[in-house]
């Protein structure tokens, strides 16, 4: 099915849709908001459990601390993967930050591929140089990164021993109508399905449509 339309270009949108996995839970970044969405999902991942209270005050705390320092970071919304394989969850988040530029005129999505280019160009060898490219969506133009970043302290759960590597694709989408950009990074510390997730990934962004 061919997604909706966008707004016209010169028109900034109300807001935004997107279309997540079933088994993704969504915390709203507002401090209004913050604690009730964290404890309702923790409430969930606990349902029928009564004699672990020190772990879900545990994820409850972990969760608020994250949630506090997506929104620090100009954070909207934040989601996570429950979705589950058998007996294992799948690993997985997506951050929506709202970043506004310091520019006059909006800057083209090519203008800001070739700066990241260049960004990454200029990283220590030692770091995986990531992918940088333009890319057309149902929201428009946008520049889409893939990251391979190496993570201390050994494996995640459920994958192999050893060294291991968090993979995160961000998608910059400049919003219509404004010089902001809508940023969308995800994460997942499973590098042996780095390919199948970042498919995922692609997957929603491309599913995001703006909203009048």
Same mark, same amino acid.
């Given at each position: 099915?061919?997604?909706?339309?966008?707004?016209? +270009?010169?028109?900034?949108?109300?807001?935004?849709?997107?279309?997540?996995?079933?088994?993704?839970?969504?915390?709203?970044?507002?401090?209004?908001?913050?604690?009730?969405?964290?404890? *309702?999902?923790?409430?969930?991942?606990?349902?029928? %459990?009564?004699?672990?209270?020190?772990?879900?005050?545990?994820?409850?705390?972990?969760?608020?601390?994250?949630?506090?320092?997506?929104?620090? /970071?100009?954070?909207?919304?934040?989601?996570?993967?429950?979705?589950?394989?058998?007996?294992?969850? %799948?690993? *997985?988040?997506?951050?929506?930050?709202?970043? @506004?530029?310091? =520019?006059?005129? +909006?800057?083209? @999505?090519?203008?800001?591929?070739?700066?990241?280019?260049?960004?990454?160009?200029?990283?220590?060898?030692?770091?995986?140089?990531?992918?940088?490219?333009?890319?057309?969506?149902?929201?428009?133009?946008?520049?889409?990164? $893939? $990251?391979? *970043?190496?993570?201390?302290?050994?494996?995640?759960?459920?994958?192999?021993?050893?060294? =291991?590597? /968090?993979? /995160?694709?961000?998608? =910059?989408?400049?919003?219509?109508?404004?010089?902001?950009?809508?940023?969308?990074?995800? /994460?997942?510390?499973?590098?042996?399905?780095?390919?199948?997730?970042?498919?995922?990934?692609?997957?929603?962004?491309?599913?995001?449509?703006?909203?009048?």
């Amino acid at each position: 099915m061919k997604p909706p339309e966008s707004p016209a +270009p010169s028109t900034p949108p109300a807001d935004y849709r997107l279309l997540l996995p079933e088994g993704w839970f969504r915390i709203l970044l507002d401090p209004g908001q913050r604690d009730k969405s964290v404890d *309702a999902l923790v409430e969930r991942q606990f349902r029928g %459990i009564d004699n672990a209270p020190h772990l879900k005050e545990e994820l409850r705390g972990d969760l608020r601390r994250r949630a506090a320092k997506a929104y620090r /970071s100009g954070g909207i919304e934040l989601y996570l993967s429950l979705q589950a394989v058998g007996p294992f969850t %799948i690993p *997985a988040s997506l951050l929506v930050t709202l970043a @506004p530029l310091r =520019h006059a005129e +909006p800057l083209p @999505p090519e203008d800001l591929a070739r700066a990241l280019a260049e960004d990454a160009d200029a990283e220590d060898a030692g770091t995986p140089v990531p992918e940088v490219g333009v890319e057309e969506l149902a929201a428009g133009t946008a520049v889409r990164v $893939r $990251r391979l *970043a190496p993570q201390p302290g050994g494996a995640a759960p459920g994958a192999p021993d050893g060294d =291991h590597a /968090s993979v /995160s694709v961000e998608y =910059h989408l400049p919003v219509p109508g404004t010089t902001a950009y809508l940023l969308l990074t995800f /994460s997942t510390p499973l590098e042996p399905i780095a390919d199948a997730m970042a498919g995922l990934f692609d997957a929603i962004a491309g599913s995001l449509t703006w909203t009048e």
